[in-house]
């Protein structure tokens, strides 16, 4: 899960899984697979860097539970 404010400051977890599309519009609007929209504060760039940085987390938890770090 990934940490993300709303638009009033309010922080939430998102499955990053879930999101199908991110814009900029100048705020940023994540679509979700299941078609809700969310409006953050935090800029693409940022959600997609915290994106990628889950990604690594679960790939080296993978990674360490075969025991092939």
Known sequence: ???IKRL???EFWLNPHLIE???ATPDTVITLSTGK???IKEPV???VAKII???KTIGEKFFEFK???
Do not use: H, P
């Open 8 to 10: 009033n400051n309010k």
């Open 1 to 3: 899960m990934i940490s």
């Open 67 to 69: 025991g092939t770090t």
């Open 37 to 39: 929209q969310l409006i």
């Open 53 to 55: 940085k889950y990604r």
């Open 45 to 47: 760039t940022e959600v």
């Open 21 to 23: 599309t991110i814009e």
